[in-house]
Structure formats: C-alpha cells, structure tokens
C-alpha cells in the first residue's frame, strides 16, 4: 500500500508505503513499513511525560497509540513468539 501526503508541517517527505509478505492466501508472514522522518516536536506516536522523583523533575518520551503505528514493521513470527511466552 502506498498512502501519498501533500507537503506538511508535521514530517518530512510525500509517500509512506506498508508491505505484506504472504506465503500462501491468509497467511501473513511480515509486514514491512517504512521510517517515518518527524520534524522536530511533531511525533504523535510519543508524548513526554514528566514526574517528580526525590524532589526533581523526570521527562521521558512515551509510547502512545497512533494512526501512523500502521506504517511499523512486523515480523509475524517475533509477534507469535511473545503472545507464547506471555501466556
């Protein structure tokens, strides 16, 4: 799939794309994304969070659900394997 953009603020570049590798129909194997190239301040998929720790301020960026988690590579079987050692 290929998802083209007009010029924006947010990131860089026009055309985002996400590959899926089937063995056989049904069957997804991998599915190959694409860097995303966020300008400055501008990542929707990271929030930072900041707390108090024994009187000072700690920031961390944090992982956050987001439309643009689709364009993320994913081996099927990486995936598998942590659904199986979690149970």
Request: aromatic share 10%; proline share 2%; charged share 40%.
């Given at each position: 799939m290929t998802?083209?953009?007009?010029?924006?603020?947010y990131f860089e570049g026009k055309v985002m794309t996400k590959k899926y590798v089937m063995s056989k129909p049904n069957v997804?194997?991998?599915?190959?994304?694409?860097?995303?190239k966020w300008k400055q301040g501008c990542d929707p998929t990271h929030v930072k969070k900041t707390k108090?720790?024994?009187?000072?301020?700690?920031?961390t960026n944090q992982k956050v659900k987001s439309f643009f988690d689709l364009f993320s590579t994913i081996d099927m079987e990486e995936e598998k394997m942590k659904t199986e050692s979690s149970d």
């Amino acid at each position: 799939m290929t998802f083209e953009f007009e010029d924006n603020q947010y990131f860089e570049g026009k055309v985002m794309t996400k590959k899926y590798v089937m063995s056989k129909p049904n069957v997804i194997e991998k599915c190959i994304g694409c860097d995303i190239k966020w300008k400055q301040g501008c990542d929707p998929t990271h929030v930072k969070k900041t707390k108090k720790k024994k009187g000072k301020k700690v920031t961390t960026n944090q992982k956050v659900k987001s439309f643009f988690d689709l364009f993320s590579t994913i081996d099927m079987e990486e995936e598998k394997m942590k659904t199986e050692s979690s149970d």
